[in-house]
């Protein structure tokens, strides 16, 4: 429990970042070298690379060096974390919704005598 929490930790927190979600979303595309990512940023290389190790201590890309390239790549199975734990919250606010609902189309006139 304590391990999936530290991971939706790190999750979240390297999504929280538009740089972050902007290079996850090239390299969901293509796998990308880290210069190919670095290029279209106002920022250092090295700033860059800072942003890819947060997305890499959360398991959402993987480097691996080919040659003297390091390519970056997508790991799409640390989605599902994510994507469990929102369902829980969705599952249960559709729950209060649709109760909601219920109550909001019983009419109160028709019990009356």
Request: net charge neutral; with cysteine.
């Amino acid at each position: 429990m304590v391990e999936r929490q530290t991971q939706l930790d790190l999750l979240f927190h390297a999504l929280a970042h538009s740089v972050r979600r902007d290079i996850l979303s090239r390299v969901s595309q293509v796998e990308c070298t880290l210069s190919e990512l670095a290029r279209p940023y106002a920022m250092t290389f090295a700033a860059i690379a800072k942003h890819i190790a947060v997305l890499e201590r959360a398991n959402l890309v993987r480097k691996e060096r080919r040659g003297k390239e390091q390519v970056i790549y997508l790991t799409p199975q640390t989605i599902q974390i994510a994507e469990e734990h929102i369902a829980r919250y969705s599952n249960s606010w559709n729950e209060r919704f649709d109760q909601l609902e219920r109550i909001l189309a019983h009419d109160p006139k028709e019990t009356q005598p």
